[in-house]
């Protein structure tokens, strides 16, 4: 009964991203609860930007995130918390797709994201509240990492490096 269940979650797609997930959100559930320091966090965004929240100014303060958790949640800690933990689910969703195709083995790249993804080393991508910025430059990254990855598989064409180029600059202007 366990070795079925076992090959049926390693065959799935969907059921690796649903224990992923859980176990991510249990391994950080109780930052839900965590203390707020809202002069940190919010003034942050606000010093960076200069108040100024056009698309420019949110680019050069790393401030897109932290700019729609204000929006969404305001001053409650647990909205701001509840985006790093999905974002950490999401980073560590990435992680096993990156590492099953650069070594073309879902077995440990599964592993791999299981460990990124409860390990406390991590911690301050969650507990931080303005860290979460870091992660719309990190998803720039890996879709420039995962294009490239598959193009230059399929073909050496110049136009699949001029792609992943744009979309790495990109991670670079949001970063």
């Not at 176990?23 to 606000?46: C, E, M, S, W």
């Not at 910025?133 to 110049?158: D, N």
């Amino acid at each position: 009964m366990i070795k079925k269940a076992i090959e049926k979650i390693r065959q799935s797609y969907k059921l690796q991203f649903l224990l992923i997930a859980m176990l991510v959100f249990t391994a950080f559930y109780k930052v839900l609860n965590f203390p707020f320091h809202a002069n940190r966090d919010i003034g942050y965004f606000f010093q960076m930007t200069g108040g100024i929240f056009d698309v420019l100014s949110l680019i050069k303060g790393h401030a897109f995130i932290s700019f729609l958790n204000y929006k969404l949640f305001g001053v409650n800690p647990g909205g701001w918390y509840l985006t790093g933990i999905l974002m950490h689910i999401l980073a560590t969703w990435m992680v096993y797709i990156l590492v099953s195709n650069l070594l073309r083995n879902r077995n440990i790249g599964f592993a791999t994201a299981l460990w990124f993804g409860v390990s406390t080393a991590w911690h301050d991508a969650v507990t931080i509240g303005t860290i979460n910025s870091t992660y719309s430059a990190q998803v720039f990254l890996f879709l420039a990492s995962l294009y490239f990855l598959k193009k230059a598989r399929e073909s050496k064409s110049l136009e699949s490096y001029l792609l992943s180029y744009l979309i790495y600059s990109a991670m670079i202007l949001i970063r």
